[in-house]
C-alpha cells in the first residue's frame, strides 16, 4: 500500500492523500487508520494498538496533542517505549509540520494526530 501523505490540517479534521478526513487519525508507514481519541486524555496504549503492533517497523511517533503542547502520558510512553518506539509530543500544527519532513527524509516515523 502507498505511504499515506499528509497534506493539510484544519479544524476537525485532516487532508491526507487527496481526501478530506474527519476526525483525529494514525498514519503509519504503510496506512491511515482513525483514531478514536478526541484529546490526549483519551489517548492510551489500546487506542495506539496498530502502532504497537507496528513497532518493529517503526522508531518515532509523532504524537499531535491537539491545541496546545502537552506531555505524553507516561503509560503510553511507556508501552511505545517497550516496543523500541519513542514518542516526540507536540501540538497537532507542529506535528503536521513534522511528520511529513521526517517521513521524507525515510525516517521509520508514525503519527497519531488529535484533530483541532
Do not use: K, N
Request: charged share 15%; glycine share 10%; with cysteine.
Amino acid at each position: 500500500m502507498t505511504p499515506p501523505v499528509l497534506q493539510g490540517y484544519g479544524p476537525g479534521g485532516f487532508r491526507i492523500s487527496g481526501a478530506t478526513v474527519a476526525g483525529s487519525v494514525l498514519l503509519l508507514p504503510d496506512r491511515m487508520l482513525p483514531w478514536a481519541a478526541a484529546s490526549l486524555a483519551e489517548a492510551s496504549a489500546e487506542s495506539l494498538a496498530p502502532v504497537i503492533a507496528a513497532g518493529d517497523a517503526l522508531d518515532l511517533l509523532v504524537l499531535g496533542t491537539g491545541q496546545r503542547f502537552a506531555l505524553a502520558p507516561a503509560g503510553l510512553v511507556a508501552a511505545l517505549r517497550a516496543v523500541g518506539v519513542a514518542v516526540e509530543a507536540m501540538d497537532t500544527a507542529a506535528a503536521c509540520r513534522t511528520f511529513p519532513q521526517l517521513a521524507a527524509e525515510g525516517r521509520r516515523v508514525a503519527a497519531a494526530l488529535i484533530a483541532l
